[in-house]
């Protein structure tokens, strides 16, 4: 097996025995896409299945994270489970040169990625039943308190303004003109009245490549919702 050490991470054999001690998992890392976290899928001697996931810091997002798991597989959901280790714990966190990790491990959900599926190959039946399946799992979520995270989330539209301005620079004279115009419009109409707006707990990354579907040639079912590291405390969008 290559190598997964990350140049900036958790090696991969810290990883593996950690998975060992605390876990009792053994098997073969596979690293998967990661935007911030290091993403694995371990399988085992057995042939089972595990995602593998470490994060940087103190994972300070991570209970809000598993009450959400929680409570949607409590109504079977097609989430992932969170795996304790055998002290019956959800996170485990690694010292490694000086830096602190935390690792967790999912349950492995079977599914083709919506992003492989050819857009010929959609179909109405595909469509209202993703938009059934969010809007079931928006509405559970809104009996969810989040615990509070004391660090800004780049996509949290809630704070659009500001991360919007701060990239303007990178714009060249017409496009950063247009672009502050709307910031602009924002600033007087939006931001006073985003306070009085109903809020709740989002998913807020249900795109192509976090949803499962049930076939790659006819798929009709939503069979998996992942990555739940996005979630959110954010204003609602309410359809009537």
């Not at 009450?67 to 959800?90: C, H, S, Y």
């Not at 780049?154 to 620079?169: I, M, Q, T």
């Not at 006073?192 to 809020?199: V, W």
Request: charged share 20%; glycine share 8%; aromatic share 8%.
């Amino acid at each position: 097996m290559r190598s997964l050490t990350c140049m900036h991470g958790l090696p991969s054999a810290t990883i593996l025995q950690v998975l060992d001690e605390r876990f009792a998992l053994a098997g073969e890392l596979h690293e998967l896409p990661a935007y911030l976290d290091q993403n694995y899928r371990l399988t085992t001697s057995a042939g089972e299945d595990y995602i593998v996931k470490v994060a940087a810091g103190d994972g300070a997002p991570l209970p809000g994270q598993h009450a959400a798991l929680a409570l949607l597989g409590e109504l079977e959901f097609p989430v992932p489970r969170v795996i304790p280790d055998r002290a019956d714990t959800d996170v485990v966190r690694v010292h490694h040169d000086g830096d602190l990790y935390c690792l967790r491990v999912l349950s492995f959900l079977p599914g083709i990625f919506y992003a492989d599926v050819s857009p010929d190959r959609h179909s109405i039946e595909l469509w209202a039943d993703f938009g059934r399946l969010l809007g079931r799992l928006d509405h559970t979520l809104q009996s969810l308190d989040l615990p509070p995270v004391d660090c800004i989330n780049a996509w949290d539209l809630a704070h659009g303004y500001v991360v919007c301005g701060d990239y303007r620079a990178l714009l060249d004279g017409s496009q950063a003109d247009l672009v502050g115009g709307f910031l602009e419009y924002y600033r007087l109409n939006v931001l006073p009245f985003l306070g009085e707006l109903p809020k709740s707990v989002i998913h807020n990354d249900a795109n192509d490549h976090n949803v499962l579907v049930d076939d790659a040639h006819h798929p009709t079912r939503i069979v998996g919702l992942i990555d739940f590291g996005d979630l959110l405390y954010l204003s609602l969008i309410h359809i009537s």
